[in-house]
């Protein structure tokens, strides 16, 4: 069982940044893909970036040049760096552990951290 704690939410300027953090416990970390989802009011639950236990990163369209994803295996945390911010980024934005194991699929979600873009 991995349990997984976001930091780093909260209210930011349009043209703003903000450092997202992931402090994962409970499991050999470095064996699972950690991602970053985000759901706004209304809408479904959206993969933003995802990092693999080998460290190839893959974006959303949306976040593409603005948010960056990186790991750090020794201490068990996964990042998500976002500059550019715009409203449109506004959601919870909730972090995700997730490996198949003899084909069955090992999937976490930590509960969450609220960002808001707004002037």
């Known amino acids: 069982q991995v349990q997984l704690v976001e930091s780093g939410g909260g209210l930011v300027q349009p043209g703003g940044s903000l450092r997202l953090s992931c402090a994962a416990s409970?499991?050999?970390?470095?064996?699972?893909?950690m991602g970053w989802y985000r759901q706004a009011p209304g809408k479904e639950r959206e993969s933003v970036a995802i990092?693999?236990?080998?460290?190839?990163?893959t974006y959303a369209d949306s976040a593409k040049g603005r948010f960056t994803i990186s790991r750090d295996n020794a201490k068990n945390m996964v990042f998500l760096q976002m500059n550019s911010l715009k409203p449109e980024d506004t959601a919870a934005y909730y972090c995700?552990?997730?490996?198949?194991?003899?084909?069955?699929?090992?999937?976490?979600w930590g509960q969450g951290t609220q960002v808001t873009v707004s002037s």
């Open positions: 990092i693999t236990r080998g460290g190839t990163t």
């Open positions: 409970g499991g050999a970390f470095s064996i699972y893909d």
């Open positions: 995700n552990a997730a490996r198949l194991s003899f084909g069955r699929s090992y999937t976490y």
